[in-house]
């Protein structure tokens, strides 16, 4: 927190990558590595998508936090007697203090996990999704889209920018500030951006291009959190997302290609926002909407054209162990 009651994020992650030429000293194996991840998080969220579109499922495994946590760190209270399965551990907290017994830093998901030493290799999570993309290829499924292609990079780069700047961190720091400045400041920040983003979508169907790319699952993950936790419990309400006529199309058509909406529990994503930020909801109370159901309605974004997935195909559906509940 700044003195003026900002709410400021450290990005301060620990920098190693997992790459092709293994020049961090972590080469890009299968099976060696385990993506840590919550369903309530919008950060790991992208992880999640990134990892279902490439199909790398077969050879990167997923463990799962709870959707509730303490000072100390996620937890792994969703798996049997409390441990993850594959890393044996309590809390992510125990990889990150193998990796450096003095780690001073927030423990934070997603976060790429070194099966063999247990030591957490980064939690770096904008250049996780980057290198997912271009690190892994070897092992992406066939017909895999391409969600950084080389041509559009720069542009990506610049919306994903703004989307970070203005959107993903802006509901945080309107939620978390410390004075009514502070919380008026990111509030218009906030929605100077989604009028924007309206614009720019409302005659084409994706952020860049004519696919799905990086930029596109960056801002969904906030997209699709804001009408059950940001519109609320950050006070950004100056309209709800479903208010928003060519945000909430844009979102729906997301949240119903493969990939998107199959990675989203909303009970989990209440639970954490209204049950962890006791500063903001100090009685705990999850609430009980919105409703769900309008997240499967049509949404007339096929009429703009556009491609999916570019010249790839969907992927299958997910792990039975990783299927996240239907929408009632």
């Not at 271009?134 to 542009?155: M, N």
């Not at 009028?195 to 696919?211: A, K, P």
């Not at 936790?229 to 997302?241: A, E, I, S, T």
Request: charged share 25%.
């Amino acid at each position: 927190m700044t003195d003026k009651g900002e709410y400021k994020r450290d990005l301060n992650y620990l920098p190693d990558r997992i790459t092709a030429d293994g020049r961090d000293g972590w080469p890009v194996e299968p099976d060696r590595y385990r993506l840590v991840v919550a369903r309530a998080c919008p950060w790991a969220n992208r992880a999640v998508i990134v990892r279902r579109l490439l199909g790398l499922e077969p050879v990167l495994s997923m463990g799962i936090a709870g959707p509730v946590h303490d000072e100390r760190s996620w937890s792994f209270d969703l798996d049997p007697d409390g441990r993850d399965p594959v890393l044996g551990i309590e809390r992510l907290q125990e990889a990150f203090f193998k990796r450096d017994p003095q780690y001073p830093r927030g423990i934070t998901v997603p976060a790429f996990v070194d099966i063999p030493t247990g030591q957490v290799v980064t939690n770096d999570f904008a250049q996780m999704t980057l290198d997912m993309s271009t690190e892994w290829t070897a092992h992406h499924r066939s017909g895999a889209p391409e969600l950084y292609p080389d041509k559009l990079r720069d542009e990506i780069d610049d919306v994903a920018r703004k989307v970070f700047t203005d959107v993903n961190n802006a509901v945080y720091q309107a939620g978390f500030a410390g004075s009514q400045e502070a919380y008026e400041r990111a509030y218009a920040k906030l929605f100077a951006r989604l009028d924007w983003l309206s614009e720019r979508l409302t005659g084409q169907r994706y952020l860049v291009g004519d696919t799905i790319t990086e930029a596109d699952i960056r801002l969904f993950t906030t997209l699709v959190r804001f009408d059950a936790v940001y519109h609320g419990h950050f006070k950004c309400n100056r309209q709800k997302l479903a208010e928003l006529p060519v945000l909430w199309a844009y979102t729906r058509d997301l949240f119903q290609t493969p990939g998107f909406g199959d990675t989203i529990d909303f009970a989990q994503i209440k639970e954490h926002y209204y049950v962890v930020h006791k500063n903001v909801n100090p009685t705990g109370i999850v609430p009980a909407g919105p409703e769900t159901t309008g997240w499967l309605t049509p949404h007339g974004r096929e009429s703009l054209g556009g491609r999916p997935f570019g010249d790839g195909t969907p992927p299958g559906p997910p792990p039975v162990a990783e299927r996240v509940p239907e929408l009632a």
